[in-house]
């Protein structure tokens, strides 16, 4: 993992909350992984008390969980969550692919056709970058579509998610994830057409894929427990 930059003294709990969440979204780190106060305050250069505030609201968000009193770990998600999850991540996200199909200019697709071949490149050989930059690509899709309230809650979704998809990009076969027919070409294709009903099915189905590894990590018949 690449060492964070000492931060400003300046709201220090504040900035250090912002970089955990975004650490959470990017796949940063694995389900069950254990976080410790001292690591953290080590590695962003600050005191101890900072990284406890910072950490503990992102328990109050569920984001993070308390397992004892200086045990801090990264949720493993129960099939019944991650379905869950995915299910909003679906509606949400294939409306705002929708109105980004309706409204993005040649220019916002260039960015997007740009990332996503940074996506490809890195789904290749860094399933870090690959879950960082997979975010960017749908992030970018829900700012361009100007839905503020739902770009709120969908970055919530990738916090508790961002961990489990990070397991996604290191176990689907690389050649799937970096194929010229990845699920990102269909809904970028459509958006090419300003088709907002076909961006926003291909949209679903890249964030339905997810489910495959729900499937494969705990079995069809335990999905629902």
């Keep these: 993992m690449t060492q964070p930059e000492p931060i400003s003294r300046a709201n220090l709990s504040e900035q250090l909350y912002q ?60 099939p019944r969550d991650l379905r869950e999850i995915i299910s909003i991540r679906i509606d949400l996200e294939g409306m705002a692919a929708y109105r980004c199909a309706e409204i993005c200019t040649p220019a916002d697709i260039a960015e997007l056709e740009d990332i996503n071949r940074h996506f490809i490149q890195a789904a290749a050989e860094d399933p870090e970058a690959a879950s960082r930059i ?21 970055e919530t979704m990738w916090t508790l998610m961002g961990p489990f998809l990070r397991t996604f990009h290191e176990e689907v076969p690389a050649r799937q994830l970096s194929a010229d027919n990845h699920r990102h070409f269909p809904a970028l294709e459509a958006m090419r057409r300003s088709d907002a009903d076909a961006a926003r099915a291909a949209m679903q189905d890249d964030i339905r894929w997810g489910i495959t590894l729900v499937d494969r990590q705990y079995g069809t018949e335990q999905t629902e427990s």
């Design 134 to 154: 997979n975010r960017n690509f749908h992030f970018k899709i829900l700012q361009l579509a100007e839905m503020p309230f739902v770009e709120s809650i969908c």
């Design 19 to 78: 970089r955990l969440r975004q650490g959470l979204m990017d796949g940063q780190y694995h389900p069950g992984q254990r976080l410790t106060i001292s690591e953290l305050a080590k590695q962003h250069g600050t005191s101890s008390t900072p990284v406890r505030e910072a950490m503990f609201r992102l328990v109050s968000e569920r984001a993070l969980e308390i397992k004892a009193a200086t045990s801090v770990f990264v949720p493993k998600l129960t």
